[in-house]
Every structure is written in structure tokens, then in C-alpha cells.
């Protein structure tokens, strides 16, 4: 069976300072949670501190983005072995805003993510469609070019350090979440790429997560869907109240065991 996770992606917000008093909160909560994996992704100034207020309990960091090549002249940019080095556990890599606004390809993606797993990281790959691609009937299209450009030459042995993150574009911090049948259709979808282009096994054990406005108030629908392993969570992760509610979410007759 696949452990749940639960990652919150701060994004651009949160000084250390606010960083750190967020991930105390979460601690003192989650710290102990064995039951699900929980991750928290951090900006790059407060991954030291907040790698360090994490290390002793169950919540494990990310980074938000890492570059290709692991070090060299490439102003601005940070390594998925540096990640590691500020005691990260995971990155997420082409988040939709990566996409649309630093102009991630999906081949940049794909190496990207060689270079985080090659680097022990787990690479959370971030994939999903627009509202117009849902509504012209290109979404599964979509959705297949992603996958497959995002693990090109990626081997079943390396999905042992991969999670997909279904993320509707209409639905990433609009209020809007996809409905839980409607999320709960590509994820099986998704699994069926991931059998087709590695096999059975990897299909079943990898984790494809949802992310989209997910709140307190969806998170139980959601998880009961099977395909649903787990959440990406924007707007809500910044408030240790709904984070910690979304992450206690109401538990179906799932077993949470991976
Ligand atoms: C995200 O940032 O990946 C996300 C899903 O954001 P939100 O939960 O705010 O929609």
C-alpha cells in the first residue's frame, strides 16, 4: 500500500524568522505523525532553519526548485546537492508556476529531475492541464507529453525516489478545486502512464498526489479516492491550523500503510 503524503509549498512567502515559528507550529503537531509523510517546502533562506528545527521529528523538507548541473557558473540558481547539504529530503520540480513564468520545458524538467534523484532527493513532478486544454478535450494528451518528457531515460528503480503531482492549472490558487471524481479520473489515468511506460509494479507503488486549492473542507474526499495518495498544498500550507487539519484529515476505511 502507498503511505499518504502531504507536502506544503510555501512559496514565495515567509521570512526565516516566520518560517521557523510556522515550522515549530507544525512540529509540535505533526511531529510525531508516522502515518503519513508530511513535507514542507520552505524559500531557500529559511531551508537552513527550518532543516533544522525538522530534523528531530517526522516532517521532512523540500526544496521549491533545483537547477540541472550540480554546481558551476550559473548565477541564481541551486543544486539538488545543495538541497541535500541544507538537509532537504525532497524538491518539487515543474510547478506550473515554474512553467509559466520562468518557462520550464519539459525537457528541462526531465533534467532536472535526473539530477535530483541522481542527488538521493525525491523528485515531486509537478504536471497538469489548463482549463482550456481540459474543455478542448486535449487533457489526456496533455498529460501523457508531460509524463512521459518529465521521466524520459528515468528507470524503474529511480521511481523509488519519485512523486507525481497532479495539479490542474484552473485549479492552483483560484479557490476552484477539481472535484474529487474528477481528480480522482486522471490519477487513474496517470497510473496507467506510469504502467505503460515502466510497469505494474512502479505503476502501483509510485504515489501521485493532488494539488489544487486543497483546504481542510475537500481533503477527505479526496483521500478516499484510491488513486488520491496524498496533497500539494499551496494557500492552506501557509496556516499551521488548516495544514495541520488537511494533514489529520478524516480517515476512510483506507489502509495507510505503505
Ligand atoms: C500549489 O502551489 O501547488 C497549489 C496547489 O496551490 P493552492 O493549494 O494554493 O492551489
Redesign the pocket.
Known sequence: MRKPLIAG?W?LNNTIAEASQLAEALKTELGNNTNTDIVIAPVFTALASVTHICASSSIQVAGQNCHCVDSGAFTGEVSAPLLVDAGCSHVILG???RRQFFGETDNFVNAKTHAAINSGLTAIV?LGETLEQRESGEMFDVITNQLSLALNEITPAQTENLVI?Y?PIW????GKTATSEEAAEVHAFIRGLLSGLFNHEVAEATRIIY????KPNNIGALMAEADIDGA??????LTASDFIAIVNYPKPLKVVQK
Open positions: 509549498n512559496k510547478h506550473s508556476e509537478c503531482a495539479e485549479a492552483i490558487g483560484t494539488g489544487g486549492s486543497v500539494l498544498v499551496g494557500g492552506a500550507s
